[in-house]
């Protein structure tokens, strides 16, 4: 007996020594900017001494917990001044670290020389790209786009040209979670998908991840695109906008109460329609019509959001988003007949759009703890509207309504943890719920005439669903060699009497070489409950959102990466990867099948069959000094397999592109003047074309045999056998600001497409002197763009 009470006293001792010795307290707080007060996402905060750092979470919050000892604290991020502080930590500290964004122009990189985090982090195969490059970058019409940003990187493929799609690692646009302030955005796209719908002057950051996974995304198989909009400057009024080709915009922020809340708004419209409306009546009555046309085309969208610091460990956040498209016709005809003057009036709309709304509710439970709760809205809705009316003598006499729509709604909630407990471990949790409703497409006509009329809908129900999931993860550095990225996603989808479930594992391995070198190696399990039902190639808003259901089966990829990431000097950074990315269970139309058969199921107009996908991909990237950028190159093959398309048989994705070229380069002069220019290569697109045609046979009773000549036989040589024109294109562009008494101004001028090569839109059979010859249709020469922007 007495030999226990001594050995439990002695481990008392011992544990009370080693408790002493190792005491452990925690540096939290925010990191925000100098100037507005808006909390900075991803912001490396690091411990020089012990090597040991964290970032801030996407509302600038870190917790770093060491040994009681001397600290060299260094925090830093993209486009800042690295803060730097000595402390001897023998408490709790709480911080609020301010950032100086006076960094000069040139020295705006892509990665901080000081935090290293490319080579050090577990995260492989994402992308992190600064607003401020963004919009230096030449791009189309000269209206800065976030997409077409992301296309210029390794594994982004665009679609046709100048559109705004992604294809990312072999995967369509459907496999994309593109998230604004945690809601999901089904349609990204303005113009037909020839611009995005995010407003750059709204935006605060821009993420995209192509693999290796964290658990704690989820619901889309290929790629996630987290958008953060501008909290509002805190500290004072600014405002900012700008006149272009295409478009106009303006954003202004403040505080509400200074340091305490604040508010930003943006908005930006086209004005297409307003300046074509003379040309088009003039066409219309230069072939001597009489009726009164009108025919355009606009979109505008808006964002705000509201930020309120509750106490020092309460804010709220709300946000707001909505676009609108809209393409028009409208044509009114007036005559007398019989003595009564009669007006005959024809309408046509094509309309779409996206609704988006959060509210955030962040919480510090602990120093170690953090929490942020958040509600979301989402709607998204495509409309087609065919009008006519006829009045006699003022009284309506006849009318006609045609309509058709369709969509997609959320609403739900998510819950996010993060927790802190040792300097080696950073734990995040939480779980996910959305409600959605599915309008597979519903069709209204109706007639009256006289007072009398009908009216009939027809086509697909609406569908509901239920969708969750629940993830954890933990960044655990396990030796200063190693770190490693564990994680389970646990997700459930509820639709009709089906109920699907799926565990994905993810995992993430980094091995540090040296200071410099690192080999990494991720691989992420990803299903996918919703699909895109698409035959188009330049994202029309006809696509239809689709749940799985009974016969659907959800969407399932597995993807496995290896790369390697080299800082061959402060200046310069290299990675390279390779992927290979399978695919379960996709969906596409059956031959000659389109969402306007109304009088089908849509489940019956479908296949689904599998892809797989893989490749190498080379990013080579100038972080500092006058001229910075970038070379990027990706190697790759995408193949899709269905029982009932090309008799069984593998057959190249629509975007297979072996080989696809970007170079990036940005020059600053001076602090008046700097440059921009890209430069594009990519294989072109694989499509289905006939090789060869043969007339037809008939037999007649009485002669046998004779030959007639239509219709012909077309014979196809296989799916998407045939590769359209190599794809390239040179984009240059000029800024010129200029301080002024009441802020800065700044003219930009660009070219598109500078040599004005003609890259494939699409091709086609035609005749040329009686004989039949491949045609090409391209969309865009050399396109010149002014913009003028200011800034107060």
């Not at 509901?464 to 954890?472: I, M, T």
């Not at 919703?530 to 188009?536: P, R």
């Not at 849509?602 to 006058?626: D, P, Q, V």
Request: proline share 3%; with cysteine; net charge neutral.
């Amino acid at each position: 007996m007495n030999r226990i009470k001594l050995f439990l006293l002695t481990l008392m001792v011992i544990l009370c020594y080693q408790l002493t010795f190792a005491q452990k307290y925690t540096i939290s707080g925010y990191v925000q900017d100098m100037r507005s007060g808006e909390k900075i996402y991803s912001a490396n905060v690091y411990d020089l001494r012990t090597k040991l750092g964290t970032t801030t979470n996407e509302y600038g919050f870190f917790s770093l917990t060491l040994n009681s000892d001397s600290v060299d604290l260094s925090v830093s991020f993209v486009g800042y001044s690295a803060f730097t502080t000595k402390i001897f930590l023998k408490s709790d500290i709480k911080l609020t670290i301010e950032l100086d964004p006076s960094i000069q122009l040139a020295e705006v990189i892509i990665m901080d020389k000081k935090s290293d985090e490319m080579v050090k982090s577990t995260q492989m195969s994402m992308i992190e790209m600064p607003v401020t490059q963004i919009k230096a970058l030449p791009v189309l019409l000269g209206e800065a786009d976030v997409l077409k940003s992301l296309q210029l990187m390794p594994g982004v493929q665009s679609g046709s040209e100048g559109t705004s799609g992604l294809y990312v690692r072999g995967g369509g646009p459907d496999q994309n979670l593109i998230l604004l302030d945690g809601v999901p955005v089904y349609n990204a796209s303005h113009l037909f998908g020839f611009f995005s719908v995010f407003n750059t002057d709204a935006i605060s950051s821009v993420k995209l991840i192509k693999g290796g996974f964290p658990a704690r995304y989820g619901g889309r198989l290929s790629s996630v695109i987290d958008i953060r909009m501008k909290e509002g400057n805190m500290k004072e009024f600014h405002g900012e906008g700008s006149i272009g080709n295409v478009s106009s915009k303006f954003t202004f922020e403040g505080p509400i109460v200074k340091d305490k809340s604040s508010f930003i708004i943006s908005a930006r419209r086209t004005y297409i329609d307003v300046l074509a409306a003379p040309i088009v009546q003039a066409v219309n009555n230069s072939f001597g019509s009489g009726d009164k046309f009108r025919a355009g085309y606009y979109f505008y969208d808006a964002n705000a959001k509201l930020n309120y610091k509750l106490s020092d460990n309460d804010r709220l956040y709300l946000s707001f988003y909505a676009g609108r498209d809209k393409a028009y016709t409208k044509s009114v005809q007036d005559y007398v007949y019989e003595d009564t003057t009669n007006i005959e009036k024809a309408e046509f709309a094509l309309l779409w759009g996206n609704i988006t709304g959060s509210m955030r509710w962040n919480h510090v439970f602990t120093k170690r703890l953090f929490a942020n709760v958040t509600a979301v809205y989402s709607n998204y809705l495509f409309d087609t509207r065919e009008t006519y009316t006829q009045k006699r003598g003022g009284v309506k006499t006849s009318e006609s309504l045609f309509d058709y729509s369709s969509g997609i709604n959320n609403i739900g909630g998510t819950i996010d943890f993060d927790y802190n407990p040792i300097p080696r471990h950073s734990i995040k949790f939480g779980g996910n719920y959305l409600y959605h409703t599915f309008k597979p497409g519903v069709s209204t006509y109706s007639m009256s005439e006289n007072g009398s009329g009908i009216q009939q809908n027809f086509g697909n129900q609406n569908i509901y669903a239920n969708e969750f999931y629940g993830y954890a993860e933990d960044s655990w550095d396990v030796s200063g060699l190693i770190k490693l990225n564990l994680g389970g996603h646990f997700s459930g989808f509820a639709v009709k009497d089906r109920f699907y479930k799926s565990f994905q594992p993810r995992v993430s391995l980094r091995v540090l070489i040296n200071e410099r070198l690192s080999l990494k190696a991720a691989y992420s399990h990803m299903n996918q409950y919703v699909h895109l039902l698409t035959n188009s190639t330049i994202g029309l808003p006809t696509d239809l959102w689709l749940p799985s259901t009974d016969s659907i089966l959800p969407e399932k990829s597995r993807q496995a990466a290896l790369g390697v990431a080299y800082n061959i000097d402060d200046n310069w950074d290299l990675s390279v990867e390779g992927y290979y990315k399978s695919m379960d269970n996709l969906i596409e139309y059956k031959e000659g099948a389109s969402f306007f058969q109304l009088s089908a199921d849509w489940e019956s107009k479908i296949e689904t069959g599998k892809g797989y996908s893989y490749g190498a991909e080379i990013l080579l990237r100038k972080n500092f000094g006058k001229l910075t950028g970038w070379l990027g190159y990706t190697l790759s093959w995408s193949w899709r397999e269905f029982e009932n398309i090309n008799f069984g048989e593998p057959f190249p994705y629509k975007y297979d592109r072996r080989h696809d070229i970007s170079i990036v380069a940005m020059y600053q002069l001076n602090d008046n003047i700097d440059f921009g220019m890209t430069w594009v290569y990519g294989t072109g697109n694989a499509v289905t074309l006939g090789v060869a045609r043969y007339s037809s046979i008939f037999t007649n009773n009485n002669n046998g045999f004779y030959y007639d000549y239509a219709p012909e036989i077309e014979y196809y040589n296989g799916r998407n056998s045939y590769r359209t024109p190599a794809y390239h294109r040179l984009d240059v562009s000029a800024n010129f600001h200029k301080k002024k008494k009441w802020g800065e101004r700044t003219w930009s001028v660009g070219l598109y497409n500078a040599y004005s090569r003609q890259n494939p839109f699409y091709l086609y059979f035609g005749y040329d002197n009686n004989k039949r010859v491949l045609k090409q249709v391209s969309l865009f020469p050399i396109i010149p763009s002014v913009r003028y922007a200011f800034k107060f």
